[in-house]
């Protein structure tokens, strides 16, 4: 199945300043985060005489629960993926359209029909999947500009991650048209690697910095979106699920573990790609050993266990063999591997 949640996309530098036609005469909420927000706000005034709810970090069943539209014909996301994706299911649960405004190029929250709902205790609990309207998605450069360099890395090194598990869930092509389609953006999402990857690029926000934007948060999106099951997610976002279960890991950033599934899954495969991954992680400061993610020898077994999980509940090629991959997080734990 192909699916496309957003109707329009806007990147521009006065991206913003269109928000107000797009509203027009319909009752607004706003469901705003508290670190990017007040950049939006600057730039547009009139977004603060609409009732808001702020959110409180984490897309939860109960933050979703928690957002009162009393009657609002639209909602409005300002933030970052988890705020996005509570937004989701706010708008799915009330029947309204969604207006995203990313403060963070992140991950690609923004573009995707779904929602990454976790427990109250921040452990991943599951992937809701449904129809949802986004009416735009309004990347303002100069909100992206001046976030934070830390979330832009880990969305490119989530974005990179495309390309490796849609070729480890469908190879390199597919007679499904839709799969071949999310093959062929995930391949656009490689390139990524190329791009210098560093804060005075992101700031200087010139075309490569552009180009790797509109990846986190729109083509990797649509990766999935066409491929679906054939591109979405493999062993890379099961590690990353299976790492959520433990605190430690809680203060890093989704790409951060993202990349460190990406080197257990490509070393699962054999590729000859891990020893330039790894010395990429390496280059903009990624995780790339259990050690550096806070995790000890001791609990590798919970860690390969908890994997082991995820990966059932994903249509892989073929099924993971438990001591193969303890065999292969043991070897990245090694101090060989930093």
Known sequence: MIRQAVLEYDHAADALDRLDELIGARSVHVLRGQNGYPTVERLLPSIQTYPATTFRGECTDREADRVDLDG???????????LVDTAKLVAVR???PLIVIPTLASNCAAFTPLSVVYRDDGSYDRYDVFRVVIERVIVDARVIASSPYDYYRAGVIDTVAKFYEARYLSGDASTDAGVDAG?????????????????TAFRSYGEGTRYAVDHVLAIGGAVGGFGDAGTRVAVAHAVHNALSQF??????????????????QESLRGSEDVARLRAWLETVEAPTTLEALGLSTDEIPFLVAAVMRETTLQQLPEPIDYDYLKIIIENLQKSIYK
């Open 247 to 264: 605190e430690t890991t809680h203060l890093f950033l989704h790409g951060d573990k993202v990349g460190f599934g990406l080197l257990v």
């Open 183 to 199: 093959l062929a953006l995930s391949k656009q999402c490689h390139r990524l690697l190329e791009l210098e990857l560093t804060e």
């Open 72 to 82: 609002a014909d639209v909602l409005i996301a300002v933030g970052g993926g988890k």
């Open 94 to 96: 009330n029947g309204v």
